[in-house]
């Protein structure tokens, strides 16, 4: 059971379970709150960095993908709190869109087989369509329409109300689809025209 592509490398590779001995040997253990950091967690906040987009200047690193979406949803109504905007508490997910099985990133997740036995979901979590692979035409955007869906979802909440889109910029456990082009900047545009913050869940495990 390898999970989606989290033994990517294949099992029982030394390598891998010498650096963690090496590592556990060194420090096993550092809180991530006050500030603390370590070597290894600087460099790679460092490489990442480096090789992401924009001016990176903070990483917190989490258990795992349901654990990093929660915190950016509360890191997305905190900045509407601190910017006087308490109003503003939806997140905007997608349909097929899957964000982790914590109680946030359940009802984020736009998945219905797994909200069954655990409702009512969290509330502040709204779906929207994405991209269908099998209505994709070759005129004009591909793309517009279901972003114009999206931005019904905001429109109908009231964008006064929405803190961020959340979305995964190839969607996994919903089928592996890969949006047309043009999508993702529409999507860009439609969080710059309400001053939405746009979430990029691409973690996958």
Not at 54 to 72: I, P, R, Y
Not at 73 to 86: C, D, F, N, S, V
Not at 132 to 142: L, M, Q, T, V, W
Not at 175 to 194: A, M, N, Q, T
């Amino acid at each position: 059971m390898a999970s989606l592509w989290n033994v990517n490398v294949g099992y029982g590779r030394s390598e891998l379970a010498d650096a963690a001995a090496e590592q556990m040997r060194t420090i096993a253990f550092s809180s991530g709150y006050g500030g603390f950091g370590t070597r290894p967690a600087i460099m790679l906040a460092a490489k990442l960095a480096e090789l992401a987009p924009g001016d990176l200047e903070v990483t917190f690193f989490a258990s795992g993908g349901a654990e990093a979406n929660d915190t950016a949803y509360k890191i997305a109504r905190l900045y509407w709190k601190l910017r006087g905007e308490p109003a503003r508490v939806n997140i905007v997910s997608r349909l097929r869109d899957y964000h982790g099985l914590t109680y946030g990133a359940t009802s984020a997740t736009g998945l219905a087989n797994f909200w069954t036995g655990f409702e009512p979901l969290a509330p502040g979590f709204l779906h929207g369509p994405a991209p269908n692979p099998y209505r994709f035409s070759g005129e004009g955007s591909a793309g517009a329409a279901y972003v114009d869906a999206v931005e019904r979802v905001v429109l109908e909440a009231g964008p006064q109300t929405v803190a961020a889109v959340v979305a995964e910029p190839v969607q996994g456990a919903g089928g592996v689809i890969v949006p047309p082009p043009d999508y993702f900047p529409l999507l860009r545009r439609l969080c710059d025209k309400y001053g939405l913050l746009l979430i990029a869940d691409e973690q996958i495990e």
